[in-house]
């Protein structure tokens, strides 16, 4: 069966004396890692975590949330990852949202347990160790030590392996329910895609809450090994890269460019690595140039996905990446990829008819791999889920060779004048200025348009720019309503865990 058990018994059949976990503390093969694995589902038995039940996991990246969730899945167990820097009362929402029996908190975030709306969850911890000292909790580390091994439960291809909650920047998050069958199959999906082998060593980058984490089922699936990274920054990514001889890893745009501004990149020795994935959001072809040029012996790989997914739906291959810069025809830089084996997707519009070859129109999807709906959100699911196919809330056109080309979110097209506005083109144009590092355009009310254009721009160190310098920049680029008229030179764009921008934070700042 297509589950993430079965998985994990094929990871140890196949490749049980290959390396699983790469860590500066531990080295496990796969063989020691599931007898780990078989010992904390005997863990979570202990503490009355059934087949079916939920539990959280607040923590940052580590090998031991890897065995966590493997041993959930080991056991038909259902873990639910939460976003670490959310706000006590968005945790308490997700942990009863999901109704989990038990949390298991990393040591640095037990302190969050002492706020108001989630001290009547101090009986219901434990803790999951990093060497910040002791805690006043139940230490995962001393149930294991006295565990015995569990042969866990089967589950069926159909049930919840995992719930992610969506960023909530549009409104409270929502439980997305990933089934085995949709974990597994996107995994088994991007095997061949990203040349996926037993020999990789990937790098776990994005935060294990967020589905782009899901990118390494493949990797288990292949019998890689994986490492972690507990939190981004530039020096700790590199270092990671050197130590580790990572061969494989997953960055959104923004984490690519802070990593290439490192003042002492060329120290590190980055030769291992093999294949830089990129999703998210797009990549100026100015920054892909400087990605290909900084990691030579790297392949450069786009992605795009949703968390409702499992996550990927499109790739944009290595080769395509290095035609491009090598003709210097940068278009197919601007698409999103083709859609991954399995995968139907369709360009339509308001009324759910397909819309004509080249036209804009929502991305609506079907396939293993897409979600079966919202946790608790018979509303939601009745809005994103029609006639079989999955509303992504993405607008997108696709050509005539099955290339599509994301545009913007649904929410984010910009109407001035009458007029659509695509951000992401206007982004793109403002990208091309020597002097801008990252940018932002959104929508903000106005009087005579409707929406007028506004930018939020992060100028490149040591340099200066002048709205009259943006505004000439882009004349003769693009259409003059497509020019932004109003814009702000920040330090920093506000961003989520992935490094992903947050326009609605601007255009809460700015909308007025």
């Known amino acids: 069966m297509l589950t993430l058990r079965s998985a994990l018994e094929r990871a140890e059949r196949l490749y049980g004396a290959n390396t699983a976990i ?11 890692h599931i007898e780990r694995v078989q010992r904390l589902a005997s863990v979570l038995e202990q503490n009355g975590i059934s087949k079916g039940d939920r539990f959280a996991i607040i923590s940052r990246n580590s090998w031991r949330q890897f065995e966590l969730l493997h041993a959930a899945y080991w056991s038909g167990v259902v873990p639910v990852p939460v976003n670490y820097r959310l706000a006590p009362p968005e945790i308490q929402y997700i942990l009863d949202d999901a109704e989990v029996k038990k949390v298991f908190v990393e040591d640095i975030f037990t302190k969050v347990l002492e706020t108001k709306p989630l001290n009547a969850r101090k009986n219901s911890v434990i803790c999951i160790p990093s060497g910040a000292g002791d805690v006043d909790f139940p230490n995962i580390e001393d149930l294991f030590a006295n565990a015995e091994f569990s042969q866990g439960s089967e589950s069926d291809e159909s049930d919840d392996a995992i719930i992610l909650y969506t960023g909530g920047t549009t409104g409270r998050s929502k439980g997305v329910r990933l089934t085995h069958k949709n974990v597994f199959t996107n995994g088994q999906q991007n095997t061949g895609p990203m040349k996926m082998q037993s020999k990789d060593i990937y790098l776990h980058v994005a935060p294990m809450f967020h589905s782009a984490d899901l990118l390494g089922t493949g990797y288990t699936l292949a019998g890689a090994a994986h490492a972690f990274l507990p939190t981004f920054t530039p020096v700790d990514i590199l ?54 040029d900084a990691f030579p012996n790297a392949k450069i790989q786009q992605g795009y996905g949703l968390t409702e997914t499992s996550p990927i739906l499109t790739t944009l291959d290595e080769d395509l990446h290095v035609r491009a810069i090598e003709s210097e025809n940068y278009d197919i830089l601007k698409a999103a990829g083709r859609p991954l084996v399995g995968i139907d997707m369709l ?55 099955g290339f599509m080309y994301l545009l913007d979110r649904k929410k984010d097209v910009i109407i001035t004048g ?45 340099t200066v720019l002048t709205q009259e310098a943006v505004i000439e920049h882009c004349r003769g680029r693009i259409g003059g309503y497509k020019i932004p008229r109003r814009m702000a030179f920040v330090q920093e764009l506000p961003k989520s865990a992935m490094g992903k921008i947050l326009k609605t934070k601007i255009r809460e700042t700015y909308g007025e």
């Open 418 to 462: 009458g007029e659509n506005v695509y951000s992401s083109e206007v982004e793109a144009v403002l990208y091309q200025h020597e002097n801008i590092s990252e940018c932002a355009v959104v929508g903000v009310p106005d009087d005579k348009y409707g929406e007028a254009l506004f930018a939020a721009i992060v100028v490149r160190p040591g």
């Open 22 to 32: 790469i860590d500066r503390d531990v080295r496990f093969t796969w063989s020691e």
């Open 347 to 401: 360009i339509v519009d308001e009324e759910g008819n397909e819309v004509a070859c080249g036209d804009p129109g929502e991305v609506v999807v079907r396939g293993p791999n897409v979600t079966v709906g919202y946790l608790n959100r018979p509303q939601e699911n009745a809005r994103a889920f029609r006639n079989g196919w999955f509303h992504t809330g993405d607008v997108g056109k696709m050509d005539k060779h």
């Open 239 to 292: 270092q990671a890269i050197q130590e580790y001889g990572v061969t494989s890893v997953m960055m959104a745009p923004t984490m690519i460019i802070l990593t290439l501004q490192e003042p002492n990149f060329s120290n590190y020795n980055l030769s291992s690595l093999d294949r830089v994935y990129y999703g998210s959001s797009p990549m100026a072809v100015e920054w892909i140039r400087r990605t290909m």
